[in-house]
């Protein structure tokens, strides 16, 4: 057999497939998938939380240690070997789709980008969902506030088309003009900065008017698109709680794609609010002049005549709610026992109190 | 009697990439009432993984381009199995989707004059893929995915679908399912159907595909009764890591090859320049010298063999680490850090940088990568009609990496993001025509409904069966070591006996824990689909006595001109015997060579004049 995978001679580490006997058992050494053999790296602790919006507990897995593992592998492992219904959402384990999110020792992150050998040797490794989100079961959270808040952000709009770029095939924008909305666009909605954050995280009630820092940014990258006209600031202001943010960097600090949140997005979009409420030159500007900008109930009047219109006046009117997940306020039972979440006070400074709406304006 | 809900869409969409959404897009502006259903949440597909660009002969950075230059191309690439009218309107339509992304948001990075910046990639004659850094297949889902949230298309998210419903003429009307969240059974009723669900990769151990690729939409379409086509080409991407283990088989872009990246052997030679295969060879550089001129300007030399085509590369990387040259991992060295500045590269490759650097311990600027093939892309897939991407049930519609006949025998990067959005808007008409011009009233068979729902609950009610997770494994063991990359006659009779007794086990799988989110239930559901998409693939590789593109056969090194007008067409012919989970058993499979549609002399005089 001529695997190119499989046919480095003398190295150990590489499992060898090119045999006959593909059969479990068949390999001497691991295997990514099903097998929890140890390559002699010793053994760790997974401490996993369990259980579903009744309740749960931290249940302690024995693995065997395999070197270059990230936490999602040894997850892999425990599903494959100890506890096949061990609810766990993942799709690209390469860091790009965002679906692995939970907290790891307390630390929202990312299970398939952290590496069991960045974590402390020796020590239990603790693997919680998020706790800002109400549980499915196990590591598995109800994320559909996230997409009910994406329905209300009034769409791209772009402007017409310059007669040179109608015969050019398209419009023409500079790099350094679409590299500030390209840094949002890198986003990969994994929704850790939206755990993190305190605001959501320690007030539930705060969700019904807030937007979060992945929506802050969605709305960053619009109002810095070279090509949008449309204003969302009266909208951030007024529904979506952009002044609820203190600043804190608790949502930059786990982006796992490293996007300033809060110094890029939060920060400008905070200050282009205050101009529009307070410049008396602004707004004069805009009354008299003709705006390039429109407001959000501008927005909604030329949406697509084919849809719902963009913006969304409450959610759950797109969409089918799932059977106890979407937008069914009675499954919101944010971890009723033993919150797992407890050590993940590790990033969330909680020093400045969340909520105050006077605090950064 | 099984409890389900039941919804009712003029058209549904399973699988919400690139293709999907962009059907979803196109169904919904026509004014259907549209739903898109993906296995899980919105925005996660697997087009996300996509990372070096989008292929459209745009002529941004070289104006002798063409969509004529660009089919040329496809075809070749794909050894001339393509289905010409296939590739043909991809070449035509593909700038007007690009541009189209853009007036819905997308932002690809700029050339000089402002307009969408264009990098070379392998088997491209010039600079042709629109991209954003190397994370273009983010860029693509994440402006479709707002597109659709704008136009308020119904989206049902982390919802499996089991078997698609027919009615009594085998027209399709509709679909059965569970919500994964709950475990809760679902039924569709539709007027059309459009399958978008991706690829197949998970049934092979080192692989670029996330879980979500086990070939669902192949197989019910299959077991609906469609035609398959081209199952044994499978591509091997030739640059997957390799090294940690666990990380092994996720993908290293072509761009950095695209951006002046070359491949090294452990004696540090350029070992692509021994591997320039006759067909190429005339627009191939043959010194590294010219290689290197062509990077700044494409007339100053011919284009680096580290840029021919996936399947040349993937063999050829094969041979090295055959023949000892390897390096410590079992792969070769990609080398972009010499070639380059720390500051190019992490502008150029953030996402790769990122990615050596957090998983592997590497840094890109300062040293090699360790490469080597991985289980990237199938291009066989469901039969279709290329102008209405209609298959050959009646009301069943696919498109992206589901559907056949695009690519040929070898998919050139680049060409499915593109083929994405050019066959997603046309099954999206396609299946709006047919939901429109449908009269009679769609009939749901509770047969067909509880057939699926009872296979699906049965393994909780089995004590002391086979573990599921223990028959994937061993079904990526046989496919990786039997069915990979080289294949060979015996080996594949092989894969068949071993595929015959995985279907034995997968019917005596045993599960607890509820069917609420339990990945041990979700993937016993997916097992079927494997299987027959996997048994697909053996056939049709043993059937395929010759090597072409994605399907290399060490026993029939060289390909064959007869075979190379046809393609092996795959169907059920059901004789009764019962498959896993209510499907016909994968022993009913048969593949018969039928030819390919032969391409018009204009078409074909592109071809004369390149030679």
Known sequence: ?361 | MAEYETHEFDVIIVGAGGAGLRAAIEARSRGLRTALVCKSLLGKAHTVMAEGGVAAALRNVYDEDSWQVHFRDTMRGGKMLNNWRMAQLHAQESPDRVRELEDWGALFDRTQDGLILQRDFGGHRYARLAHIGDRTGLELIRTLQQKAVAEGIEVFMELKVLRLLTDADGTVSGLVGYWRPSGEFVVFKAKAVVMATGGVGKSWTYTSNSWESTGDGHAMALWAGADLIDMECVQFHPTGMVWPLSVRGILVTEGVRGDGGVLRNSEGRRFMFDYIPPMFAAETADSEDEGDKWYDDHSAGRRPPELLPRDEVARSINSEVKAGRGSPHGGVFLDIATRRTAEDIRRRLPSMYHQFKELAGVDITAEAMEVGPTCHYIMGGVRVEADSAATTVDGLFAAGEVAGGMHGANRLGGNSLSDLLVFGRRAGIGASEFATDRTGSVSLDEGQISAAIDAAVAPFERESGENPYDIHHDLQATMQSLVGIIRTGSELDEAIDRLDELEDRAKRVSLSGGQRYNPGWNLTTDLPSMLSVSRCTTLGAINRKESRGGHTRDDYPKPVAEMGSVNFVQRIEDDGTDGVGATPSIRSITATPEPIPVMPDDLKELFEEAT
């Open chain 1, 1 to 361: 057999m001529s695997e190119v995978l499989d046919v480095t001679p003398g190295d150990t580490d590489v499992p060898d497939t090119n045999g006959t006997e593909p059969e479990r058992g068949g390999d001497t050494d691991h295997e990514p998938v099903s097998n929890d053999g140890s390559d002699g790296n010793g053994e760790i602790v997974m401490r996993l939380w369990r259980g579903d919006e009744t309740g749960g507990e931290f249940t302690d897995y024995l693995m065997p240690s395999v070197e270059g593992e990230v936490v999602l592998d040894v997850i892999h492992r425990v599903q494959a070997t100890k506890a096949p219904d061990l609810a766990c959402r993942w799709n690209c384990k390469a860091g790009k789709c965002g679906s692995c999110s939970a907290e790891i020792n307390g630390r929202p992150s990312l299970m398939c980008m952290t590496r069991m050998d960045t974590l402390p040797a020796g020590e239990t490794v603790t693997v919680a969902p998020m706790r800002t989100f109400p549980i499915l079961r196990d590591l598995v959270t109800d994320v559909s506030y996230n997409y009910e808040v994406a329905k209300r952000i009034p769409a791209f709009s772009p402007r017409e088309k310059t007669e040179d770029e109608e015969e050019a095939g398209g419009y023409r924008m500079q790099q350094i003009d679409v590299e500030r909305s390209q840094e949002f666009r890198k986003c990969i909605e994994c929704f850790l900065c939206q755990d993190v954050c305190h605001v959501m995280r320690d007030h539930e009630e705060n969700k019904t008017a807030f937007a979060g820092p992945r929506f802050f940014a969605r709305s960053a990258e619009l109002e810095m698109h070279p090509l949008d006209v449309n204003d969302r600031r009266e909208l951030l202001q007024q529904e979506q709680g952009l002044g609820k943010c203190n600043i804190t960097k608790c949502c930059t600090e786990v982006c796992p794609e490293h996007i300033k949140i809060t110094d890029n997005a939060i920060i400008p979009l905070k200050e282009r609010v205050v101009d529009a409420k307070y410049d008396p030159v602004a707004w004069l500007g805009r009354k008299i002049l003709s705006r390039t900008k429109r407001t959000p109930a501008e927005a909604t009047e030329d949406a697509p005549v084919s849809g719902p219109a963009a913006v969304q006046p409450s959610p759950g009117v797109v969409g089918v709610p799932l059977p106890g997940y979407a937008g069914d306020e009675a499954a919101a039972v944010t971890h009723t026992s033993d919150p797992p979440g407890d050590e993940a006070a590790a990033v969330t400074d909680t020093s400045d109190p969340p909520g105050d709406d006077t605090s950064s304006d």
